[in-house]
C-alpha cells in the first residue's frame, strides 16, 4: 500500500522560485527576466529557459537548490506526515 503527498516547492515549501535562484548563481538572471517579460507564448519561454539548463548537472543543480531555505513551518508539516505515516 502506497501513500503520497505532491507538493508544488516554489512558493509552497521553498521561499521563492528555484528558477531565479539558479539564474543568479550561474548568471543569467537578466536573460530569464527577458524571456518571462516577453510576449512569446508559456511553453516557447519554457524551452528558451530549458536552454540555458542544458549542461548543468544534477550535482550543480542540488547545490544551488540546497541553499534556497524552506518556507515557515515547512519542515513541521514534513516531520507530520511523516509521523503520520508511522
Known sequence: KY???IFDMDGTLIKGR???K??????????????I????EACEKTI???RFLKCM????FLEI????P????ADYIIRKLKKMNS
Do not use: D, P
Request: net charge positive.
Open 22 to 35: 539558479v539564474a543568479e548563481e550561474k548568471g543569467f538572471k537578466k536573460e530569464l527576466m527577458e524571456i
Open 70 to 73: 524552506l518556507q515557515k513551518n
Open 57 to 60: 548537472t544534477v550535482e550543480e
Open 3 to 5: 501513500k503520497m503527498v
Open 37 to 40: 517579460e516577453s510576449k512569446r
Open 48 to 50: 528558451e529557459i530549458a
Open 65 to 68: 537548490f540546497k541553499k534556497i
Open 18 to 20: 528555484t528558477i531565479f
